[in-house]
């Protein structure tokens, strides 16, 4: 194996996360609770395509009659080629606690799928879920996404273009939104993007995506490329009009910062709950440190 360039290494978080073993352990620990503990519909088909099935976690037990409710829809990361919808469980306990379902939805792995390949399952999910939502108990006008690193990214692209489902919000962790360097990576070995396809593939060079609002969100502890790119799709959502929140959270790295999501213990965790409409904005809070805004 070659030793790493300089560039692999921008395109590496784990040269620069602190605990990265740990977290991922946390993952697991975390995701098989809330398949044993919460009421779950298993692997459940949204396509026919290789890996296009998700869990389902209904904020209303099963086999009850209740009230549609929001739903939280989470895409997992890993370099568009590891990790798996049996690790993204691990915020189903905190969704389910503020009355909101949890989607955890995955879309096949490369070698196997391409990258345009894997936006259009998410795309799909995403479509599944508003058709199919009500019998799972849930609120097809209530999907808010979000999605860390490979996931931030399928997101936003596949919220984009006439023929996106909209969703009420994203939240946008440590994402990739420029791929035009991937193609000369390590990355790209299992990939496999050619520098059209990158260039056809990166959010910024899209429309803005389906959503009435976007939470960004990088860890302190992440590499500059990462960092940058968290800045530029910023500033691109801000120019198109698309009211925009950008936090560096402090403390925080590419693996750790995704276990904050929805949980009211830590402080991201109680913006993205802010975000998502299911906890009480303080009267008179400030705006984070590194925050930018931009209005419709």
């Known amino acids: 194996m070659s030793e790493p360039t300089l560039l692999d290494r921008e395109y590496s978080p784990s040269s620069v996360a602190r605990h990265m073993t740990a977290s991922l352990r946390r993952y697991r620990s975390l995701s098989d609770a809330a398949r044993s503990e919460l009421d779950v519909h298993i692997a459940v088909p949204y396509g026919e395509g290789h890996g296009e099935r998700c869990h389902v976690f209904p904020a209303v037990p099963k086999g009850t009659r209740g009230p549609e409710t929001p739903a939280l829809v989470f895409v997992h990361g890993g370099h568009w080629q590891e990790s798996g919808i049996d690790d993204a469980c691990f ?38 879920l508003v058709t199919t939502g009500p019998m799972l108990g849930i609120d097809p006008e209530q999907l808010h996404v979000a999605g860390s690193s490979a996931g931030a990214h399928l997101l936003a692209a596949a919220l984009t273009g006439d023929d996106a489902p909209r969703v009420r919000s994203a939240c946008l962790l440590s994402g990739l939104y420029d791929l035009t360097e991937i193609p000369g990576t390590y990355v790209n070995d299992a990939v496999r993007l050619t520098p059209e396809l990158a260039d056809r593939c990166s959010p910024l060079r899209m429309p803005a995506p389906r959503c009435d609002s ?6 302190r502890h992440e590499t500059r490329t990462y960092l940058h790119q968290h800045a530029a799709y910023a500033e691109h959502l801000a120019a198109q009009s698309v009211p925009v929140s950008a936090q560096i959270v402090p403390e925080r790295d590419h693996f750790d910062l995704p276990l904050d999501l929805a949980d009211p213990a830590t402080p991201f965790g109680r913006t993205s ?10 009267r008179g809070a400030s705006t984070p440190e590194g925050t930018v805004t931009s209005a419709r």
């Open 91 to 128: 915020a189903a306990a905190h969704a389910v606690a503020h009355g909101c379902a949890y989607v955890a939805v995955g879309y096949g792995l490369a070698p196997d799928r391409t990258v345009p390949g894997m936006i259009g399952s998410v795309a799909r999910a995403l479509d599944w």
């Open 273 to 282: 709950l802010r975000h998502l409409g299911l906890a009480p904005r303080r």
């Open 214 to 219: 976007v939470l960004l969100a990088a860890g």
